[in-house]
């Protein structure tokens, strides 16, 4: 069965404290690997797409990398309104047909 | 605004109701997946339908079916209602092309409560 286990479960950071979060996953037939942000009380918001393992991807402060097994999702110098609920998914192939699965989440504070 | 919408907002029904939850998908997105939401569970894949087809099962309940209708938009049927039930229902959609993955939009869920 897929899995994708997502860690910290929580993290606190003061503004300006760069830091990584991590989606660690175990599918077979990989097809894709999913960052989004949701915020309280709202729909997730797409982020990145990764899609083999070296490939990287930048959008402000955030940048999204992939290895066989995991992913880092990484922040530099963030600030509050980085504050949100990180979700990682994966998309793989199951029994003919394309199954995306979500991990848990980050649920990151930016302290100013 | 994602492009994705979804009725109603709220929804508050008692044990043992039946509700339907309505998602219309961004304009020329052929997929539509239902999730559910709920605080110990995280978000938890349903069903995907991809031109009124059903393309993809994950942990939906017997209780629970849906469909996509030949204009795209879909509804979720929830019976028999339980007060687990309770949580948050999203909608996305995408493309989906044959050899490519495209990013899932969502809508602003529907929040659905059972007492």
């Known amino acids: 069965e897929d899995q994708v286990t997502q860690s910290p479960e929580a993290l606190r950071l003061q503004e300006g404290e760069s830091s990584s979060l991590n989606c660690s996953y175990t599918?077979?037939?990989?097809?894709?690997l999913f960052w989004y942000r949701q915020d309280p009380g709202k729909g997730p918001e797409f982020l990145f797409t990764?899609?083999?393992a070296g490939e990287e991807k930048e959008k402000e402060r955030l940048k999204a990398t992939l290895t066989k097994k995991e992913s880092f999702l990484h922040i530099t110098a963030p600030k509050p309104e980085d504050s949100a609920t990180y979700l990682c998914?994966?998309?793989?192939?199951?029994?003919?047909?394309?199954?995306?699965?979500f991990g848990t989440g980050t649920k990151l504070q930016v302290i100013p | 605004d994602s492009g994705v919408t979804q009725t109603p907002k709220h929804l508050i029904t008692a044990t043992g109701q039946r509700v339907t939850l309505r998602c219309s998908p961004r304009?020329?997105?052929?997929?539509v997946y239902w999730y559910q939401q709920s605080l110990d569970q995280g978000l938890q894949f349903l069903i995907q339908?991809?031109?009124?087809?059903?393309?993809a099962k994950g942990n939906i309940l017997e209780r629970f079916s849906a469909q996509q209708f030949p204009d795209l938009h879909s509804e979720l049927n929830l019976s028999s209602l339980e007060l687990g039930d309770s949580a948050l229902y999203f909608c996305?959609?995408?493309?989906?092309?044959?050899?490519?993955?495209?990013?899932?939009?969502f809508g602003p869920g529907t929040r659905l409560t059972v007492l």
């Open positions: 599918v077979s037939g990989l097809r894709g």
């Open positions: 304009s020329g997105d052929l997929s």
């Open positions: 998914a994966v998309q793989a192939r199951s029994g003919g047909y394309q199954k995306v699965t």
């Open positions: 339908y991809y031109n009124g087809e059903e393309r």
């Open positions: 990764l899609y083999s």
């Open positions: 996305a959609s995408s493309v989906v092309q044959a050899a490519l993955y495209n990013e899932q939009f």
